[in-house]
């Protein structure tokens, strides 16, 4: 029975984060550059540049691609 009760909170817990990084209520579809500075964002996407992550409601991130 801990078995089954330490999988359910790590597969909440792990869920939290991931949703915690998308913000729903945040993602504006906007018109964007097409200025290439990539930044990596924390659901390990690379957008194009900062404007894109921000549209898709990814508000942190990092410069330069995912590895």
């Known amino acids: 029975m ?3 009760n ?3 909170l790590l597969v909440v817990f792990s869920c939290k984060e991931e949703q ?3 913000i729903v209520e945040v993602t504006d579809p906007k018109p964007c550059t097409y200025h290439y ?3 990596c964002g ?3 996407v690379t957008y194009g540049n ?3 992550a ?3 409601g ?3 991130y990092s410069e330069g691609e995912c590895e």
């Open 54 to 56: 921000e549209s898709a």
């Open 6 to 8: 330490f999988i359910v």
């Open 20 to 22: 915690e990084c998308i």
């Open 50 to 52: 900062a404007c894109a």
């Open 58 to 60: 990814v508000m942190t």
């Open 42 to 44: 924390c659901n390990e």
């Open 2 to 4: 801990r078995y089954l």
């Open 37 to 39: 500075q990539p930044v």
